[in-house]
């Protein structure tokens, strides 16, 4: 009988590259041993496999560290596509979000949603977003998301404890 394979319990290998992109730190590490094993004499096309990017990237990384060192491994500013709303279109968002209600909108309840904002967007500056784009941008102006807790005013507080003692007796768990 052979030896156990060791898992990692908790944690998918996606989770674990999501953890590893966070840390620029850990990010020039990576690149930077791609350049060790480069001048050591590994082929880029192997290297490829093992770092999970292509061969060219790996020459990107050479080639940079040339030009400019430990500081041409990490990440440029300002890389990726610009973004369709204006630094001043973002901030009229940021106070619609902060300051004003759905409801003096037109929308028929009191808070925002990622899809009113989308509308309001296509409206207000004919701009259209995807959902998992529009909450990219609401974190980028520092607002998170928020799910409501339904209250219910008019329930009875005593009558709710005794359904969930009866609820319990009634699941077949001992206490």
């Not at 009988?1 to 060791?6: A, C, D, E, K, Q």
């Not at 590490?29 to 790996?58: D, H, T, W």
């Not at 300051?99 to 989308?118: A, C, R, V």
């Amino acid at each position: 009988m052979g030896r156990p394979v060791l898992k990692v319990e908790g944690y998918t290998p996606e989770d674990i590259k999501v953890l590893m992109r966070k840390d620029e730190r850990y990010t020039i590490g990576v690149r930077l041993n791609a350049v060790y094993q480069v001048a050591s004499g590994m082929p880029s096309r192997k290297l490829e496999e093992f770092y999970q990017v292509s061969f060219k990237q790996i020459l990107n990384w050479v080639h940079r560290f040339e030009r400019e060192g430990v500081d041409g491994l990490r990440d440029k500013v300002g890389r990726g596509r610009k973004g369709a709303l204006q630094d001043e279109q973002l901030q009229s968002l940021s106070n619609l979000i902060a300051n004003e209600s759905p409801t003096s909108h037109g929308y028929n309840t009191e808070t925002w949603t990622g899809p009113m904002l989308i509308d309001w967007l296509k409206k207000e500056y004919k701009i259209e977003y995807k959902k998992a784009q529009i909450y990219n941008i609401m974190k980028k102006l520092g607002y998170t998301y928020q799910k409501a807790k339904g209250f219910y005013p008019e329930a009875d507080p005593l009558a709710q404890e005794e359904f969930k003692n009866a609820l319990k007796k009634t699941s077949g768990k001992s206490s």
